[in-house]
T-cell receptor, first 111, second 111 residues
Framework: QKEVEQNSGPLSVPEGAIASLNCTYS??????FFWYRQYSGKSPELIMS????GDKEDGRFTAQLNKASQYVSLLIRDSQPSDSATYLC???????????FGTGTQLKVEL | SQTIHQWPATLVQPVGSPLSLECTVE??????LYWYRQAAGRGLQLLFY??????ISSEVPQNLSASRPQDRQFILSSKKLLLSDSGFYLC??????????FGPGTRLTVT
């Protein structure tokens, strides 16, 4: 079992729809969770962080965390073609200074 | 605000040649620093991280090395490049809650 798992996609959604990206993790001691967006050929950009169970909203983005079920998700409302990118989930375990990244989900928002 | 720089942006090197990639961070003191490699179509592989000057932790055995001669400078080196060293090299720094911010990256092609 991978430490952080994401469906590689591609996930295709029509413009204006809600895109739902999911991530599961194996270490129950994980404390901090991050979502990054990576456009093709560019470096990852931090878009959301979440540390406690529940929802956290920032503009069109909502991060959801369920520690009991060991999953974190990212919802993108009113998806735009500019949201087409690979979304990386990252998890920090209880100790140490490192993040463990998933391999990413490719999102395609179609006109 | 904090800024992270990497150079060069692109590099083409022959097999067996040396390598030196540099990363500098501005606007923060004593950051944790990280080197990642991302092979084409693959996830992020953590290569090295550093919590302070002269303190380097290696994540995977390889022909690469890292150094941190100054608080905000992180260098990735190799004495002899292999074809398998090709990839997108990313430097990152982390903040107080371990979120990581990436530099623009160096795309290395070993021929």
């Amino acid at each position: 079992q991978k430490e952080v798992e994401q469906n590689s996609g591609p996930l295709s959604v029509p413009e204006g729809a809600i895109a739902s990206l999911n991530c599961t993790y194996s270490d129950r001691g994980s404390q901090s969770f991050f979502w990054y967006r990576q456009y093709s050929g560019k470096s990852p950009e931090l878009i959301m962080s979440i540390y406690s169970n529940g929802d956290k909203e920032d503009g069109r983005f909502t991060a959801q965390l369920n520690k009991a079920s060991q999953y974190v998700s990212l919802l993108i409302r009113d998806s735009q073609p500019s949201d087409s990118a690979t979304y990386l989930c990252a998890v920090k375990k209880g100790g140490g200074n490192k993040l463990t990244f998933g391999t990413g989900t490719q999102l395609k928002v179609e006109l | 605000s904090q800024t992270i720089h990497q150079w060069p942006a692109t590099l083409v090197q022959p097999v067996g040649s040396p390598l030196s990639l540099e990363c500098t961070v501005e606007g923060t003191s004593n950051p944790n620093l990280y080197w990642y490699r991302q092979a084409a179509g693959r996830g992020l592989q953590l290569l090295f991280y550093s919590v302070g000057i002269g303190q380097i932790s290696s994540e995977v055995p390889q022909n690469l090395s890292a150094s941190r001669p100054q608080d905000r400078q992180f260098i990735l080196s190799s004495k002899k490049l292999l074809l398998s060293d090709s990839g997108f090299y990313l430097c990152a720094w982390s903040g107080l809650v371990y979120e990581q911010y990436f530099g623009p990256g160096t795309r290395l092609t070993v021929t």
